[in-house]
């Protein structure tokens, strides 16, 4: 089973930009939150798995916290259908370490700024960061990409 192409870019839509979903519920479809607030991204040293939770393998340098992005246009970059991507749409820094050397393997887009929150979405870095004394993990626009299929 899968979803429709449409409705893989209507979801996305949804919840990365807080865009209503048409044509679902009452006439103007699954409506966006009033306030659509953000989404955090996380560093891992590990896959974090999917029954995992933000915390999961979560980096641990000296510095680290989660970086939120706005869900809105100005956030995330949703992009055609089959597959339909979800990227960054600012650069987005972490917190330049101060200790603790470690290597990041993965991401995780989740819905906390700290603590066990729920992930929506990981997976692996397509190059892994080695973050140690005076580095700062920087992600350009488009490079945090996941897809729906």
């Known amino acids: 089973m899968s979803l429709s192409n449409a409705s893989e870019t209507a979801l996305a839509l949804l919840l990365f930009q807080n865009v209503a979903m048409a044509n679902i519920g009452n006439s103007g479809g699954l409506q966006p939150s009033t306030s659509a607030g953000y989404f955090y991204i996380a560093l891992h040293t590990q896959n974090p798995t999917s029954s995992g939770t933000q915390s999961s393998y979560e980096a641990a340098y000296t510095g680290y916290a989660r970086v939120a992005v706005a869900r809105s246009s100005a956030g995330w970059i949703i992009?055609?259908?089959?597959?339909?991507?979800?990227?960054?749409?600012?650069?987005?820094?972490?917190?330049?370490?101060?200790?603790?050397?470690?290597?990041?393997?993965?991401?995780?887009?989740?819905?906390?700024?700290?603590?066990?929150?729920?992930?929506?979405?990981?997976?692996?870095?397509?190059?892994?960061?080695?973050?140690?004394?005076?580095?700062?993990?920087?992600?350009?626009?488009?490079?945090?990409?996941?897809?729906?299929?």
């Open 79 to 149: 992009a055609g259908n089959q597959p339909t991507s979800i990227s960054n749409a600012a650069v987005v820094t972490f917190p330049v370490s101060n200790g603790n050397p470690e290597t990041e393997t993965y991401f995780s887009i989740g819905t906390a700024s700290v603590g066990a929150g729920q992930i929506l979405i990981s997976g692996a870095l397509t190059t892994p960061v080695y973050v140690s004394v005076g580095i700062t993990p920087i992600f350009a626009i488009g490079s945090i990409v996941t897809t729906l299929t």
